[in-house]
């Protein structure tokens, strides 16, 4: 369990998105401090609390999948991912978060179609150019996936990953990239 006081805080923010559970700022901030203690269970059986009690709040529906993520359950991440696509596809975070799900259990051709429709919506949102490009990579379809790392890196110059994966699959094309978790 986390510090003295942080069940108090949990308490605190469960009652105020009891009040106004549509406040998307309550329910992130509920889900923080469920997730700074680890009690990723206590969170999901609270938030299943709030979407069973108002199936249309996305914010509600995000912070589940983000509690299953860390949780371990990631088919019912990517469940939940799913559903907060349906509900809001404006929500921009929702396609890095499932692409990223897929990344990690190895569904390349599932990441690159949600990067697609997220780049789609959010042609500026970096990092849904990084997942597409590891993704394609993966996929060995190189040239492509250089063309989303330098789109990356067009919009965040910063990126020195997406220059070391560029470099890596000129060098080898038969490389395959590893994803930093």
């Known amino acids: 369990m986390g510090a003295p006081g942080q069940g108090r805080l949990v308490e605190a923010y469960r009652e105020l998105a009891e009040r106004n559970p549509k406040d998307r ?4 901030w509920l889900l923080m401090a469920y997730l700074s203690q680890k009690a990723y269970v206590d969170g999901i059986q609270e938030f299943l609390k709030l979407v069973t009690a108002d199936s249309t709040n996305d914010q509600a529906m995000m912070c589940l999948a ?13 469940r939940s991912y799913l559903r907060v696509l349906e509900m809001n596809p404006n929500e921009e975070l929702v396609y890095l978060f499932l692409s990223t799900r897929y990344i990690v259990k190895g569904e390349y051709d599932n990441a690159v179609t949600v990067c697609r429709s997220g780049i789609e919506r959010f042609p500026r949102a970096e990092r849904l150019h990084f997942n597409l490009g590891f993704s394609l990579a993966q996929k060995q379809v190189f040239d492509e996936a250089i063309t989303a790392f330098e789109k990356e890196i067009e919009i965040s110059p910063q990126c020195s990953e997406a220059y070391f994966n560029i470099d890596v ?3 080898n094309k038969t490389a395959s990239l590893q994803m930093k978790r």
């Open 66 to 78: 983000v509690l299953y993520e860390k949780g371990g359950y990631h088919d019912e991440a990517i």
């Open 25 to 28: 700022y309550v329910l992130h």
């Open 169 to 171: 699959i000129k060098r």
